[in-house]
């Protein structure tokens, strides 16, 4: 009987598993409108999720197919790998389309949106009733972070390290705020190491300058304060040094603990690689800086697997995706 009992419970959960995996859909052949995330379609299985894993519902009523500002929302926001990462693993994806009837239709009446209009995005609780306010006429990734990291904090949910880097570099990278300076040093295998661990740090490079070994800093300004940074350099035995046309890249030696491990064969964002490879020669953890699934394709690893840090992410995280 227990046999039998186990067995019934175990083709339900199949069964359902395959019923609520059959509402989403498939990021390799979807519009562009819907970005690469995979979508719920249906309402209420959403609520039902939200309250069985305890994650907020993020419903996206969107235009599918729909115009140029659809579509750049999809290809520039919803692609984001780190952004992807953190809607589909922090929250339950819903897509509402605003262009159609049926049930999409009815979802758009319980929160009075309107139909043919841009990107709206809502983040709502297993009821059904807004955690945070709406994100409307801002189609940039930046205000929709800002609604999600809301809306965690709100749930009381930390807010996981990969969606740390992923806002320090949606907010970092923004043309007023990203400033470069150049270090020497005795070597730029250490100079990276080190200026790594610093706070507001976006990128490091090494390279070469009359000479000199050196190591090229991208920061966020609002970050870190360049007196400040300048002092730690001093402290580490490195000086400033400006800029001439002898500046060039020294491929060979740039990144150098990440190239020497097997986190060279994922995906990474410029933050990642600069983190990783810093934490890396200094021993420390590195595993805090991936998303849930970095870690199961560096888990997955072998040496035989094509090197992809140095690809452009959004192009890596798409063929690492496509061979799984």
Not at 42 to 54: C, H, M, R, V
């Amino acid at each position: 009987m227990k046999n039998t009992v186990n067995t019934i419970i175990a083709i339900s959960l199949a069964l359902y598993s395959i019923a609520t995996s059959a509402q989403r859909t498939d990021p390799k052949n979807q519009d562009k409108e819907l970005g690469a995330i995979s979508w719920y379609r249906d309402y209420s299985t959403a609520l039902q999720l939200s309250k069985e894993y305890n994650k907020p519902v993020l419903i996206l009523f969107q235009e599918v197919p729909g115009c140029a500002t659809c579509r750049n929302y999809g290809h520039d926001v919803l692609s984001n790998p780190l952004m992807t990462e953190a809607i589909q693993n922090e929250f339950i994806p819903l897509a509402i389309y605003n262009n159609k009837g049926g049930k999409d239709k009815d979802v758009l009446k319980i929160y009075k949106e309107p139909a043919w209009n841009n990107p709206v995005v809502r983040i709502v609780d297993y009821d059904g009733v807004d955690i945070v306010d709406r994100v409307g006429n801002d189609y940039s990734a930046q205000g929709l972070y800002s609604a999600m990291e809301n809306a965690l904090k709100v749930c009381k949910k930390e807010i996981p390290q990969y969606m740390k880097i992923l806002a320090k570099e949606l907010y970092g990278y923004i043309n007023s705020r990203n400033k470069e300076t150049y270090y020497s040093m005795y070597c730029f295998w250490s100079g990276e190491k080190l200026l790594g661990t610093q706070p507001g740090i976006l990128n490091t490079e090494a390279g070469f300058m009359n000479g000199y070994e050196v190591v090229k800093v991208t920061y966020d300004n609002t970050a870190v304060n360049i007196s400040d940074l300048n002092s730690y350099a001093s402290s580490q035995e490195m000086r400033p040094i400006k800029k001439d046309q002898s500046y060039r890249i020294s491929s060979k030696d740039e990144d150098y603990y990440l190239k020497h491990s097997n986190y060279q064969y994922l995906p990474l964002s410029p933050l990642q690689r600069t983190l990783i490879n810093s934490a890396l020669g200094n021993r420390n953890d590195v595993q805090q800086y991936l998303s849930p699934q970095q870690r199961k394709w560096y888990a997955e690893s072998r040496k035989t697997d094509k090197t992809l840090y140095l690809s452009p992410f959004g192009q890596a995280w798409k063929e690492r995706t496509y061979r799984s």
